[in-house]
């Protein structure tokens, strides 16, 4: 089993930063995928960042240049920084990751518990 935990959410003021961060605890062979989603009041989650095999990021066009992804693979954990923050970006973030356990396994799809971002003045 694998678990997830994010932390670094909070209240921020427009054009202010923050950084997320979400550490992959538990059984871990290696971690093929791992990717910042969020969601807004009635809306859809989207994804916001991800890197595969710590080489290959991508952003959703509503956050190029302003949001970084990066990982730390001793740690195992992805950070999001997160500058020039508007209001829309106001959402539940939630980590992302696919694991493989074991060599004989398929990789499995796990999800943190979510981090509120709110941006307001």
């Known amino acids: 089993q694998v678990q997830l935990v994010e932390s670094g959410g909070g209240l921020v003021l427009p054009g202010g930063s923050l950084r997320l961060s979400c550490a992959a605890s538990?059984?871990?062979?290696?971690?093929?995928?791992m990717a910042w989603y969020r969601q807004a009041p009635g809306l859809q989650r989207e994804l916001v960042a991800s890197i595969v095999n710590v080489v290959s990021s991508n952003y959703a066009d509503s956050v190029k240049g302003r949001f970084t992804i990066s990982t730390d693979n001793a740690k195992n954990a992805v950070y999001l920084q997160m500058n020039s923050l508007k209001p829309e970006d106001t959402a539940v973030y939630y980590c992302?990751?696919?694991?493989?356990?074991?060599?004989?396994?398929?990789?499995?799809?796990?999800w943190g518990q979510g981090t509120q971002v709110t941006v307001s003045s």
């Open positions: 992302y990751a696919v694991v493989q356990s074991a060599g004989w396994s398929p990789p499995k799809v796990y």
């Open positions: 538990g059984i871990l062979l290696k971690i093929n995928v």
